[in-house]
Structure formats: structure tokens, C-alpha cells
């Protein structure tokens, strides 16, 4: 028996109308934000402020990427995307964290070029932008996170977070130039932005790695599905398991089940159960299992039946889907 259970409307992404106006007001505010900044650095010859500026705009790229994908996520499956087009905000995730490692690099050998060849800086000026970065910032960082739902909306409110702590500490630098006539310490300041950007960014992209290359879920352990699945009353075993994700909040599972040789409607009752425990427990909505009788035998990948083997009778697996 091969069954798709119809996938649920967890796949959609909730609220999407009020994300879209979010991620809107995120793109103007973001958009002003990174002219403010980068006039001002230019203006205060600071490596800090200009690196906030390059940081601003990747941010106003993933805010956009992350609209675009909001909009396809919403659009239904089709004959040629049959699980619809829940992995574009994945793809967005992945091109925004790959951008944000190469600005990560750059700022880190600007900073530490400027270490070397230190870069007088105003420090009053930086103080006062990185203040309005710190509002604005905080801002587009708390909206994201109330519909940051998936990975894509995730990673961008991590720029949005990052970016408020970065300005915040901009303003702790600034402050520190002013009482110490240190200018040193705006490069260090950008290699600690610039670390900061890194990891928030790694992270990200080992996520949706895992993702596309279809690997298991984050927190998904396969050794707790099967077990729990061969607890079903009417399950022998569980094999040939696989689990993976269909984007960051939709997961998928096809598995080959043995059970005694009983009556199709019988089959069934064991197959409502197995679907209710991997939507309640695992929160799997799209399975594809089949069932296998219990004196067939497994070879080569294929299940045949014991008397096929031997030449005596034919016999085959009958299946329907809904």
C-alpha cells in the first residue's frame, strides 16, 4: 500500500499578507538607513560606520529576497512543482548568508589593513548615526521576529538583529574613541562586527545546506521514528526510512512497513494510526508508505515473495494513494 497523505496547511506560510507588509516597511527603512550611513562614514572616516553601510546593504538584499520568496511560497503546487515552491525562501536564506560571508571577509581585511595604517575618525558623528541605527534596526529586528516562521524570515531578522548590536556597539566604540583619542579602536570594532556577521551567517548556511541536499530535519531523530512507528499495533518492522525536510517548517517520510498478511481494510486502521503518530509527534504531514506483507522477502532493493523466489506462484504488492 503506497499513500500520500495530502500535505497540511502548515506548508503555507501563516500570515503572509502581514509579513509582506513588514518586509515592505523593512526595505524603505533599511534603504534610508544605508544612504544615512554610508555619507556619514565617508564624512567621519570611519571604517565602522562604512562597514554598517555594506552590512545595511546586504541586509536590504535579504529583505528583498525574503519578499520575493514570501510570494512564491504562497503560490500552490502545480504539475511541474508538485510540492509548490516552499524551498524559495530556503534558496533566499542561502544566497543571503553566502553574501554575508564574503562582507564578513572584506570588512575583517579592511579592518585589519587599517590596524596598520590607523585612520583618524570622528567619533561623535559615529555615535550619532549608530543611534538612529540602533532605533531603526531594533525596530525592523522585533517585527521579523514575530513572523519569523521559517528560515528564510529567520535569517533575515538575524541581520536585523545583528545589525542592532553592531550599531549598539558602533556607539560603545564611538564613545571609547572620544575619551581616549584611540583610533585604533574603530578597526577592532569592525573585526568583532565582522565576526559577529560570520557566525550568525554560518549558521544559516549549514541550515539550509542541510535542507537542500535533503538531509533529515534539524532535531528529527530516525531511531525515534522507527521505534515509534513498530509500537503500532499491526507494525513488524520499519526499513528502507527515509525523513527529510520539504523546506525550513515542512518535513517529508517514505518508508517500507512489514506487517502480518491481513485484509486491506484491516491495513488501513494501521495506517491512520502510523500517519496521526507523525503528525502529533514528529509534526510530518507528507508520507508515502508501503506495506509489505510479512512472508515476502527483500532482494536487491526490490520485495518479492517467498514462493517467487522458488518458482511456485506469483504474487505482488496491490496499492492505491489519496
Not at 524551498?87 to 585589519?112: D, K, P, Q, Y
Not at 537542500?212 to 522507527?226: F, K, Y
Request: net charge negative; proline share 3%.
Amino acid at each position: 500500500m503506497h499513500v500520500h497523505a495530502a500535505p497540511s496547511a502548515d506548508s503555507q506560510l501563516p500570515g503572509a499578507k502581514r509579513t509582506t507588509i513588514v518586509l515592505q516597511v523593512s526595505l524603505f527603512a533599511t534603504l534610508a538607513y544605508v544612504a544615512v550611513t554610508f555619507i556619514a562614514g565617508l564624512r567621519a572616516h570611519s571604517l565602522a560606520l562604512l562597514s554598517e553601510s555594506g552590512h545595511n546593504v546586504s541586509d536590504f538584499f535579504a529583505l528583498l529576497l525574503s519578499f520575493a520568496a514570501v510570494y512564491f511560497q504562497t503560490r500552490p503546487a502545480d504539475s511541474s512543482k508538485t510540492f509548490g515552491y516552499q524551498r524559495a525562501g530556503v534558496l533566499a536564506a542561502f544566497v543571503n548568508a553566502g553574501a554575508l560571508i564574503l562582507i564578513s571577509l572584506w570588512i575583517g581585511a579592511e579592518a585589519v589593513r587599517r590596524l596598520s595604517n590607523p585612520v583618524i575618525v570622528q567619533p561623535r558623528l559615529m555615535m550619532y548615526v549608530a543611534a538612529a541605527g540602533v532605533v531603526m534596526n531594533g525596530v525592523i529586528a522585533i517585527l521579523l521576529w514575530r513572523v519569523a516562521r521559517d528560515v528564510n524570515l529567520r535569517s533575515a531578522f538575524l541581520h536585523m538583529a545583528g545589525d542592532t548590536l553592531s550599531t549598539a556597539a558602533v556607539i560603545a566604540g564611538g564613545a571609547a574613541i572620544l575619551l581616549s583619542g584611540q583610533n585604533w579602536i574603530d578597526p577592532v570594532l569592525s573585526l568583532l562586527i565582522a565576526a559577529l556577521i560570520l557566525w550568525s551567517s554560518i549558521g544559516i548556511m549549514r541550515e539550509t545546506l542541510n535542507i537542500l541536499l535533503e538531509g533529515a530535519p534539524r532535531g528529527v531523530s530516525l531511531t525515534s521514528i522507527r521505534a515509534g512507528m513498530e509500537e503500532v499495533e499491526g507494525v513488524v518492522n520499519v526499513h528502507d526510512l527515509h525523513v527529510w525536510s520539504l523546506g525550513s517548517h515542512s518535513s517529508a517520510l517514505a518508508c517500507h512497513v512489514t506487517i502480518d498478511d491481513i485484509p486491506p481494510s484491516e491495513s488501513a486502521c494501521i495506517l491512520v494510526k502510523l500517519n496521526h503518530l507523525l503528525r502529533q509527534h514528529f509534526q510530518i504531514a507528507h508520507t508515502t508508505i508501503q506495506f509489505e506483507h510479512i512472508g515476502c522477502e527483500e532482494l536487491q532493493g526490490c520485495v518479492v515473495p517467498m514462493e517467487e523466489m522458488t518458482g511456485s506462484s506469483a504474487h505482488s504488492h496491490s496499492g492505491h494513494t489519496h
